[in-house]
């Protein structure tokens, strides 16, 4: 027989058995060529009697990993048939067997169910990631999945989009054998033990069990863990479907929905979002030939609530560490935080008892610096005083070893000056993580002007072997995520000046998507840290400090849950903001002060102020050069500052609300508009032109 298949896929034979090999590096994601081959393939196989079975494998490092989310964007003629090539399999007159590994996902696990059977490598994945991109499995998932696992199980696979093991894939049927040796011998012996079995037992003709309860329940969950999100509503109605009419109805309807929520705004972001995040990682003038450190153990200095964070993620991933602090108290302090900290995840399960011990044995706590001297990377971990980081910084110089990478978790201080003390301003970078350390995903690496490219490559190995998302930011006040942050508070505080009430503002920020209002979120981190920050950047830049309502409710002791106090009451020791009478007359009397007549501010101009506010500050931010890409501004601030994925960033929501409808709102608000952001709304383009056409100039 002659190659039918000359696409993406390869054709070969075992005796009677007809292979078809996809070959799309790096995932095998299903883009156009794909269905073509396969469908050749097939067509080719149904008509010769001497195929008994046909066996689909991943050529490479993976099975499909889904659908190619590059080709949602491609007219609907244009994109590659992924339900059809299934529809062809589930049809087939003769068995079909995916041999999986790797990672079989979306629409890859997808057809793996469309196959009659599916065996799989004791190291494979499957699962149904499409919600994390705002989409619903499309290709049938939905109606397949039920009718193998159960509603509930079904629900709870597709709602989290974690892929399983193909361990207890096997014990909830989606698998019929783990191969242990060669994936294709074992797929192609398979295949002939069943090549005879009539008839076919395809999914589709299974009936799907109802549940109500697990439907409801579900339902209500997703109230609460994907608020505002469309997609999650449409799974569960389809999974519910399976369970009430015949396949092909509720795999048409699966059709419309899927396309109803790719072509959503908050498919869009999400979609934004997962390619930003690997941009991220791409630095020009990096490349693989980058050499980079190995490190083997961290010193970490400081034991507060910042250090002993940072330190769990080292010791998380088997990384020792020696962690320093001046006086034994507050060593104990931090060390006793780490224990309880780990003893909690064990208690919920998280994280097994053996494993508690295991880490805390890789910690070596000192009172002494000079205990540095074998750590690859020290992190310093002290409060935000140029002087002590100075300090420090010097004194480190004298016992790190040479090439040891010397950090700074300063989240405003000038990278460079610190690194100025050193003889290795080249060694000096600053790693800002975000609070609570151990648990953020966020990593700001900040680049000096003398940093190496070898520690920038190491910081962002770095950050990927310790499961956070590197962004590589330069250096100014505050980098990237605080910088927009100021902004953003300073705007939200003159829409209170100017009318609004902190609790509408905190609702308005809330219906757009981020789990906390700035008042709610200020008043939990503690409302007098803001405070302090302004005060120490006035003293540096001599200047007075800026008059704000805020910090007069500092000035009554308000500081926030800690106090029982701050923009609002927390009655009895409770977490739950109620607005104080306090306040309220505090911002009256100040507005009488500023004689500001009080004005009404509706939700949605609320939310296009502040979303313009940080658009506006991001823009000023690439233009200074201090982020790369609109994309990396927003990563971090989507996963540093709660920003909903499905809202793609602050950058992404401007350009999707056009970036003249932008500055139309920032000149209402008597703001400055950013050249850049004014220049891209006048030639009506998006960020992610100018971030493409900058990539572009810049190969
Ligand atoms: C779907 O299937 C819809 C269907 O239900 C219905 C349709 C009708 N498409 O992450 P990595 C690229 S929705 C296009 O760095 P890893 C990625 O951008 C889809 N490109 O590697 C990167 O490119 P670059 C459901 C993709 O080893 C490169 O591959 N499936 C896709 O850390 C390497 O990726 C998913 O949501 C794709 N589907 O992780 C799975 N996937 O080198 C999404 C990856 O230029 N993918 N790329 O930066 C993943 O979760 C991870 O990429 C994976 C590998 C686990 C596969």
Redesign the pocket.
């Known amino acids: 027989m002659t190659d039918p298949t000359p696409h993406l896929i390869r054709t070969s034979r075992d005796g009677d058995v007809l292979i078809l090999t996809i070959d799309n590096p790096?995932?095998n994601?299903?883009?156009p060529g794909v269905p073509e081959g396969l469908k050749a393939g097939l067509d080719a196989a149904a008509t010769d009697d001497t195929v008994r079975a046909v066996v689909i494998i991943g050529g490479g490092?993976?099975f499909i990993?889904?659908?190619?989310?590059?080709?949602?964007n491609l007219p609907r003629e244009q994109?590659p048939d992924?339900?059809g090539t299934i529809a062809k399999l589930d049809a087939f007159p003769k068995p079909t067997v995916a041999a999986l590994h790797?990672?079989a996902?979306?629409?890859?696990f997808?057809l793996a169910l469309g196959c009659t059977y599916r065996v799989a490598t004791p190291g494979a994945k499957v699962g149904?990631?499409?919600v994390?991109?705002g989409?619903?499995?499309?290709?049938g998932?939905t109606q397949r999945l039920p009718r193998v696992v159960g509603v509930k199980k079904a629900l709870d696979l597709i709602l989290s989009?974690t892929?399983v093991g193909a361990a207890p894939a096997r014990d909830l049927g989606l698998i019929d054998e783990i191969v242990e040796g060669d994936l294709l011998t074992g797929a192609v012996a398979f295949a002939r033990r069943v090549a005879d079995v009539r008839p076919l037992p395809r999914i589709s003709e299974r009936p799907a069990q109802p549940d109500p309860e697990a439907i409801e329940a579900a339902r209500q969950s997703i109230r609460k863990t994907h608020r505002g999100q469309l997609s999650p509503q449409f799974i569960v109605d389809l999974v519910d479907l399976a369970t009430r009419t015949p396949f092909n109805e509720g795999h048409a309807e699966e059709?419309v929905k899927?396309v109803q929520a790719?072509d959503s705004p908050q498919s869009r972001g999400m979609r934004h979002m997962?390619?930003a995040e690997?941009?991220a990682?791409?630095i020009p003038g990096l490349d693989k030939t980058t050499p980079t450190t190995d490190i083997r153990r961290v010193g970490v200095i400081g034991a507060g609530t910042m250090g002993g964070g940072i330190a769990m993620n080292f010791l998380n991933a088997g990384i020792p560490v020696t962690i320093v602090e001046t006086a034994q108290e507050n060593l104990d302090r931090g060390l006793n935080t780490i224990r309880k900290t780990y003893e909690a995840s064990a208690a919920k399960g998280r994280l097994k008892l053996e494993d508690v011990q295991k880490r805390l044995d890789l910690l070596t706590p000192t009172l002494s610096m000079n205990d540095l001297g074998d750590a690859d990377l020290i992190i310093e971990a002290v409060f935000e005083d140029m002087a002590v980081k100075k300090d420090i910084f010097t004194r480190l110089d004298a016992v790190a070893k040479p090439g040891a990478i010397l950090a700074t978790n300063t989240s405003t201080l000038d990278v460079g000056e610190i690194a100025a003390v050193t003889s290795r301003p080249e060694q000096v970078i600053g790693l800002h993580f975000f609070s609570p350390a151990n648990i953020m995903k966020l990593l700001e690496i900040v680049r000096a002007d003398r940093t190496s490219d070898s520690v920038l490559a190491t910081s962002l190995k770095l950050s990927r072997t310790i499961g956070k998302v590197g962004v590589v930011v330069g250096v100014c006040n505050g980098f990237v995520g605080n910088r927009m942050l100021y902004a953003y508070r300073e705007q939200a505080s003159k829409a209170v000046l100017e009318g609004a009430t902190p609790q509408a503002v905190d609702a308005a920020m809330n219906a757009l998507g981020l789990p906390m209002g700035p008042y709610a979120m200020s008043d939990m981190a503690g409302l007098d840290i803001g405070y302090m920050a302004r005060r120490a950047a006035a003293e540096r830049a001599g200047q007075p400090m800026p008059d704000d309502w805020v910090d007069r409710v500092v000035q009554l002791g308000r500081k926030g849950q800690k106090t029982g106090a701050g923009v609002y009451d927390y009655p009895d020791g409770s977490r739950t903001p109620v607005p104080s009478p306090a306040v309220d007359d505090l911002i009256q009397a100040y507005r009488a002060e500023k004689g500001v007549q009080p004005r009404e501010a509706t939700q949605d101009d609320l939310i296009a102020r502040l979303t313009a506010t940080l658009a506006n500050e991001g823009a000023r931010i690439l233009e200074e050069g201090i982020a790369l890409r609109a994309s990396d501004i927003d990563t971090i601030y989507t996963y540093g500052y709660g920003f909903p994925a499905y809202r793609g960033g602050p950058m992404h929501y401007a350009s999707e609300q056009g970036l003249t409808t932008v500055v139309q709102t920032l000149e209402r608000h008597g703001l400055e508009v950013a050249p850049l952001l004014r220049r891209l709304a006048q030639e009506g383009k998006t960020f992610a032109q100018y971030d493409a056409e900058r990539a572009k100039s810049q190969t």
């Open positions: 790096p995932v994601a299903f883009s490092r993976t990993a889904g659908a190619d989310i590059r080709t949602f994109a992924l339900r790797g990672t996902l979306g629409g890859g997808e149904l990631p499409e994390k991109l989409l619903l499995p499309g290709a998932g989009g892929p059709g899927f790719k997962f390619f690997r941009e990682a791409k």
